[in-house]
Antibody, heavy 123, light 109 residues
Framework: EVQLVESGGVVVQPGGSLRLSCAAS????????MHWVRQAPGKGLEWVSL????????YYADSVKGRFTISRDNSKNSLYLQMNSLRTEDTALYYC????????????????WGQGTLVTVSS | EIVLTQSPGTLSLSPGERATLSCRAS???????LAWYQQKPGQAPRLLIY???SRATGIPDRFSGSGSGTDFTLTISRLEPEDFAVYYC??????????FGQGTRLEIK
């Protein structure tokens, strides 16, 4: 059974930093591109970032580029999101999501999602 | 960036009725790379449809997707009580910059 379990969400002040983690199991982690998708309270879904299966390619939404860094450790079946210079508008539930087809470098659609971890940016 | 506009914003129907949800793209979605998701309160999104018309594993056949180019539709043939939720479309034809629609809330009339 595929499982994605996010952690690391807390309340942080504007300008602060945070690292989110996603522990994956139930599939061959290093075959798949992985994503972070966020959802502000009461709002829709916003794609944040992706990292290719081998870690060789990363992409970011314009709203987080230069502030967030995605990474992965295939030996630990884990995905990470380093979040710096946080803003109040970054407040959201952050989901880890698995790309559906294996080996797609630039990402596609998502067949499994975690339950999310809540990041609140507030003074 | 491809902008997806979903309509209506809210759809009020009764169980047993047919639901038709629309997703319109600001430019053509290449290769019909369009997916649909269902999200219930307090839950993560669930994949329903990919490639505009292919049902994901375990999705009942009352859910169907259609369309190409800039106009796509999700149809639920006969609504069950568990189908009332928010539905999102997503394009991945211009990946890596995938985008989502703003969602359609399907509520019980």
């Amino acid at each position: 059974e595929v499982q994605l379990v996010e952690s690391g969400g807390v309340v942080v002040q504007p300008g602060g930093s945070l690292r989110l983690s996603c522990a994956a199991s139930g599939f061959t982690f290093d075959d798949y591109t992985m994503h972070w998708v966020r959802q502000a309270p009461g709002k829709g879904l916003e794609w944040v970032s992706l990292i290719s299966w081998d870690g060789g390619s990363t992409y970011y939404a314009d709203s987080v580029k230069g502030r967030f860094t995605i990474s992965r450790d295939n030996s630990k079946n884990s995905l990470y999101l380093q979040m710096n210079s946080l803003r109040t508008e970054d407040t959201a539930l952050y989901y880890c999501a698995k790309d559906a087809p294996p080996g797609v470098y630039s990402g596609s659609y998502f067949d499994y999602w975690g339950q999310g971890t809540l990041v609140t940016v507030s003074s | 960036e491809i902008v997806l506009t979903q309509s209506p914003g809210t759809l009020s129907l009764s169980p047993g009725e047919r639901a038709t949800l629309s997703c319109r793209a600001s430019q053509s979605v290449s290769s019909s790379y369009l997916a649909w998701y269902q999200q219930k309160p307090g839950q993560a999104p669930r994949l329903l449809i990919y490639g505009a018309s292919s049902r994901a594993t375990g999705i009942p056949d009352r859910f169907s997707g259609s369309g190409s180019g800039t106009d796509f539709t999700l149809t639920i043939s006969r609504l069950e009580p568990e189908d009332f939720a928010v539905y999102y479309c997503q394009q991945y034809g211009s990946s890596p910059r995938v985008t989502f629609g703003q969602g359609t809330r399907l509520e019980i009339k």
